[in-house]
């Protein structure tokens, strides 16, 4: 079974910065893609961005410019680099990646790391 394990998470003040990451149990060039999710309190999940297994990435609109996602294959580890934080990317982040090969896709998530951003 596949593991992945989030770390890097903490308080911090509104314009700080801090760097999540995500390191998987497998070679992360087994996944079609990883991605960052995020959830605060009383709301949905929402998705914070993607990096392909081919390294193409893509963001939020509420995060471009600020939040970076990079990975290192030979860590099996994917990286959330936060600038500029803002008390509403508050919340917990979730590591996420999917495989297809055939039929039906297969995801994985991690436990969470809690993100604090106040003064």
């Known amino acids: 079974q596949v593991q992945l394990v989030e770390s890097g998470g903490g308080l911090v003040q509104p314009g700080g910065s801090l760097r999540l990451a995500c390191t998987a149990s497998?070679?992360?060039?087994?996944?079609?893609?990883m991605d960052w999710y995020r959830q605060a309190p009383g709301k949905e999940r929402e998705l914070v961005g993607s990096?392909?297994?081919?390294?193409?990435?893509n963001s939020a609109d509420s995060v471009k410019g600020r939040f970076t996602i990079s990975r290192d294959n030979a860590k099996n580890t994917v990286y959330l680099q936060m600038n500029s934080l803002k008390p509403e990317d508050t919340a917990v982040y979730y590591c996420?990646?999917?495989?297809?090969?055939?039929?039906?896709?297969?995801?994985?998530w991690g436990q969470g790391t809690q993100v604090t951003v106040s003064s």
């Open positions: 497998r070679s992360i060039l087994n996944f079609n893609a």
């Open positions: 990096i392909t297994s081919g390294g193409n990435t």
């Open positions: 996420h990646a999917w495989r297809q090969v055939a039929g039906p896709r297969s995801h994985y």
